[in-house]
């Protein structure tokens, strides 16, 4: 007796092969080939300049302040992990 084929549980799989099916051919879809270069330019011409231009705007006293706060993080976690 032949093996018959079981209809996926994944509503859309399902929906997918039943479309298939009424058409006659299979459906093909392109790969998408990653984000956008230019969008991707953008956001890094932005990023380049917000670090540079936040740290030129703090004060040395601001910075270390800052600085120290991460470093103190940085270790509570280590230590926490241990």
Do not use: C, H, Q, Y
């Amino acid at each position: 007796m032949p093996k018959r084929k079981r209809n996926p549980t994944d509503p859309f799989k399902l929906a997918r092969e039943v479309v298939e099916a009424a058409i006659g051919e299979p459906l093909t879809t392109k790969p998408s080939k990653g984000k956008n270069p230019a969008a991707v330019a953008l956001g890094r011409l932005g990023g380049l300049k917000g670090g540079p231009a936040r740290a030129k705007k703090l004060s040395t006293k601001k910075r270390k302040e800052i600085a120290r706060k991460a470093a103190k993080a940085r270790w509570k976690k280590k230590i926490k992990s241990s």
